[in-house]
């Protein structure tokens, strides 16, 4: 028997992440802050639950995939939360990014009451999300890790298991941190094309032919040409995992003046408004600095 799957969290990520359970033949039940987006799940099938509580007492494994720690705190924490159901024979994967200090607390927690715990943060974005083709970073034991690879494999097409708990967080914010810099790097360039009057496909065709190329790369430049900002991964989003990455840095006293740039131009592209728009929104951002 497949084992009862409980989603909380049915944001952009999650309302995808979810609906592959029930397309694999999971039983599912699901939750949501705000309810009205358990909607189409529960019309295909999903239990709805009131509270996380009671999701984790209907599910033999929860999956989170909530916006930041304070939502994991809220998750875990409150008294309508996880943690006082929290038992043997019940599991819990966090997908959610959030700092490596905060999943070592949330698991120091919960298998001190016998459950099972693995950090599992994923990439892949909005596609992989609804092709269930996602790579998922894992942190845990590798007994859970085994014990798990069905669920995981429902969500996506790759899972790594980094290490302990808190490794998945920590590879989760570099990468990230990569994507930080991939972006705004290529950005500023079609900003620089553009005033000198050279052609964006030739300046791609050129990169794409390289040893430094990336899919990453025409998938935002199409985006871009089209003026398409809606959101695959919110520049909001980006922002808190730009500011968990230079947190946790500090801690381990690695300074990273290149991250801690970065998210100055991407605070920018808030400050304008675009919070909530894709995270190539950055390009109007340096476009304006530039006068275009
Ligand atoms: P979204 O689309 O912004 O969705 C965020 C989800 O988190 C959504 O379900 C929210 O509920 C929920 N949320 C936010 N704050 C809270 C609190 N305080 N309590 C409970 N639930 C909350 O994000 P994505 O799906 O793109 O990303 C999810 C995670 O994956 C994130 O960590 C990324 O960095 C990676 P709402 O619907 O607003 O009530």
């Not at 599912?28 to 509270?51: D, F, I, Q, S, Y």
């Not at 922002?239 to 801690?251: F, G, I, N, P, R």
Request: hydrophobic content about 45%.
């Amino acid at each position: 028997m497949p084992q009862r799957i409980g989603f909380a969290g049915l944001g952009l990520m999650g309302s995808r992440m979810a609906r592959q359970f029930l397309d694999k033949g999971f039983p599912l039940a699901v939750w949501n802050r705000t309810p009205e987006k358990a909607k189409p799940l529960v019309e295909r099938g999903a239990k709805r639950a009131g509270t996380p509580r009671e999701l984790a007492e209907m599910s033999d494994v929860v999956i989170s995939c909530v916006a930041d720690p304070s939502a994991v705190g809220r998750l875990v924490f409150a008294e309508d939360g996880i943690r006082p159901v929290a038992r043997a024979g019940f599991s819990y994967v966090e997908t959610s990014t959030i700092s490596p200090g905060l999943m070592r607390r949330v698991a120091e927690v919960l298998e001190a009451q016998g459950t099972k715990v693995l950090e599992a943060p994923v990439t892949g974005s909005k596609t992989g999300a609804d092709k269930g083709t996602l790579l998922l970073m894992c942190g845990g034991k590798k007994e859970v890790f085994d014990e798990l690879m069905p669920v995981l494999m429902a969500m996506g097409s790759k899972a790594v298991l980094c290490g302990p708990i808190g490794h998945g967080s920590v590879v989760k914010l570099i990468g990230n941190t990569l994507i930080s810099y991939m972006l705004e790097g290529f950005c500023e360039g079609l900003v620089v094309a553009r005033k000198a009057g050279v052609d964006a496909e030739k300046l791609l065709e050129v990169v794409m032919a390289s040893g430094f190329s990336s899919p990453y790369f025409p998938f935002k430049a199409t985006a871009i040409a089209k003026r398409d900002f809606e959101q695959h991964f919110s520049v909001d989003l980006l922002v808190k995992d730009q500011t968990l990455m230079l947190e946790e840095a500090a801690s381990l006293k690695v300074p990273m003046p290149g991250l801690a740039a970065l998210r100055e131009v991407f605070q920018a592209a808030r400050a304008q408004g675009w919070g909530q728009e894709d995270i190539a929104a950055v390009y109007k951002v340096i476009e304006k600095n530039a006068g275009v």
